[in-house]
Nanobody, 125 residues
Framework: QVRLVESGGGLVQAGGSLRLSCQVSGLTFTTASVAWFRQDPGKEREFVAAISWSGRTTDYSDSARGRFTISRDNAKNMVSVQMNRLKPEDTAVYYC??????????????????WGQGTQVTVSS
């Protein structure tokens, strides 16, 4: 059974930082690309960042680039995203997602096979 479990969400003031982690089990982690998405109530799920199965390639949304850093530890089956200089508009539920096909580069949610339950990030002004 594939499981993705997010952790690290919480409440932070604008300008602060949070580090989200995603623990993955039940699939061949070393061939899975992993991404972070976020979603506000009433809005579509939005791509934030992704990292290839090898860790050599990353991709960021325009809003995340320069503030967020995605990384992976294949020995621990874990992907993290360090979020700095947070803004109130970063408030959302953050989800990690895995694509087990070794494909990388598609930002659409439909490209990802497995999803976590999400973790809430709230940035106060």
């Amino acid at each position: 059974q594939v499981r993705l479990v997010e952790s690290g969400g919480g409440l932070v003031q604008a300008g602060g930082s949070l580090r989200l982690s995603c623990q993955v089990s039940g699939l061949t982690f070393t061939t899975a690309s992993v991404a972070w998405f976020r979603q506000d109530p009433g809005k579509e799920r939005e791509f934030v960042a992704a990292i290839s199965w090898s860790g050599r390639t990353t991709d960021y949304s325009d809003s995340a680039r320069g503030r967020f850093t995605i990384s992976r530890d294949n020995a621990k089956n874990m992907v993290s995203v360090q979020m700095n200089r947070l803004k109130p508009e970063d408030t959302a539920v953050y989800y990690c997602a895995a694509d087990s096909s070794k494909h990388f580069g598609d930002r659409g949610p439909a490209s990802f096979d497995y999803w976590g339950q999400g973790t809430q990030v709230t940035v106060s002004s």
